[in-house]
């Protein structure tokens, strides 16, 4: 993250330098002019070069103002999803690496304990056991979710199954993920695509949804990629004025 605030800080730092020296420019030329103006003379050669000078500075200012202004939108949604994901992996590694191996210290040193507590206290180390294991593997879900190593290592097939596996365990819908054809070459960032916009659906239709079935599937076409999502929940009726 900081070197691309640095670049951005270079290129502000540019386009002030040229901004500046436009508007430098065309005050000396104003200045220039209103003298020989009002001492009516000629005007040199010095001062046209001057406002030839500022001239072409306020083109190439103009020029590139309206060249990031063109770029602007779509170059702002890459940075913002990428600083996303970089968060998202921080985030991930600090859940796991910090988080994680406190918490598994904890536990280590409760079983210490517990070797030396009475019996009458042994129900309690077993709560505190329990509770500590279902921290560690909530943790471990949570960074597993905001930075899915099984990409990398299982593909997006695989990673896909793992994380269906592991979110719907717990309910009684039944889905499946149908993939035909091989899914090797596809880039990273469309994979990451592809892997969020399906945790985000299936988040969301097990908070609202009420579904019973699920059924997932990836194809590649002509033009890349093609994800669909279907399922039996219920839906919305939108609104009349949906823009609004």
């Not at 001492?39 to 590139?64: E, K, W």
């Not at 500590?132 to 979710?145: E, F, H, I, P, W």
Request: aromatic share 2%; net charge neutral.
């Amino acid at each position: 993250m900081f070197p691309r605030l640095k670049t951005s800080l270079r290129c502000c730092s540019r386009a002030a330098l040229l901004r500046w020296t436009t508007v430098g420019l065309c005050v000396a030329s104003l200045v220039a002019n209103v003298v020989l103006y009002l001492a009516d003379q000629v005007i040199p050669t010095s001062l046209v070069i001057l406002q030839l000078a500022a001239t072409l500075c306020a083109a190439v200012h103009l020029g590139l103002s309206a060249r990031s202004i063109s770029l602007r939108p779509a170059e702002l949604a890459e940075r913002m999803l990428k600083v996303q994901e970089d968060e998202r992996q921080h985030l991930s590694r600090e859940l796991h690496d910090d988080i994680g191996q406190l918490l598994t210290a904890a536990k280590l040193q409760l079983q210490w304990l517990q070797r030396r507590m009475p019996d009458e206290l042994q129900g309690h180390c077993d709560a505190l056991r329990n509770t500590l294991d279902d921290t560690l593997g909530n943790v471990r879900d949570v960074s597993a979710l905001l930075n899915p190593r099984q990409l990398a290592s299982l593909g997006l097939e695989a990673g896909l199954r793992a994380h269906l596996v592991r979110t719907l365990a717990s309910s009684d819908v039944h889905w499946s993920l149908a993939c035909n054809q091989r899914l090797g070459g596809i880039d990273e960032d469309v994979a990451m695509a592809v892997f969020r916009i399906t945790q985000e659906a299936v988040t969301n239709m097990l908070r609202h949804a009420q579904a019973h079935n699920l059924v997932i599937r990836l194809q590649r076409t002509a033009e890349g990629l093609a994800l669909s999502i279907h399922d039996d929940g219920r839906g919305f009726v939108p609104g009349p004025h949906p823009d609004n």
